[in-house]
């Protein structure tokens, strides 16, 4: 079985996809549909943490289910390079204090546990029914 790409076809272009399905669409989404052009939409949810069926769906303007709020401060963080100002690992990415909120407690490391007392109160702390 051959997998992969066909040699010589022609590469998708998810920003054109992007523009005609949101009309206009948000910058966010935009820089997504740049980056699944250039780098393709598995790699691309790999970085973001979804599955490549979720970055098609957001750039096609379908994915109904999930929360584009959750997808949007990740996209920001990981290519438009959006920071927060962190209380304990200083300066960074948006997307790095999402996957920092959503890792678990583990009382033998000393980072998490203060990263667990600081998001509590932070105010990049995401709660159930935020959009961003």
């Known amino acids: 079985m051959n997998r992969g790409p066909i040699p010589g076809a022609a590469q998708v272009d998810f920003v054109a ?6 009309a206009p ?3 966010w989404v935009v820089a ?9 939409l598995a790699e691309v949810g790999r970085r973001i943490g979804y599955s ?3 970055v098609s769906q ?3 303007a379908s994915y109904g289910k999930g929360n584009l709020g959750k997808v949007e401060v990740i996209v920001r963080g990981a290519y438009m390079a959006e920071t927060v100002d962190c209380p304990v690992l200083g300066e960074i990415g948006r997307d790095q204090c999402r996957r920092e909120q959503k890792t678990p ?3 033998t490391n ?3 546990a203060r990263l667990k007392r600081a998001c509590r109160t932070c105010e990049h702390l995401y709660r159930r029914g935020d959009e961003a």
């Not at 996809?17 to 949101?22: E, H, L």
């Open 25 to 27: 669409a948000p910058d």
């Open 110 to 112: 000393s980072s998490r």
């Open 105 to 107: 407690f583990r009382a």
């Open 17 to 22: 996809k992007a523009q005609a399905a949101w």
């Open 52 to 54: 490549k069926g979720v």
């Open 32 to 40: 997504l549909a740049e980056a699944a052009t250039r780098d393709g």
């Open 58 to 60: 957001v750039i096609s």
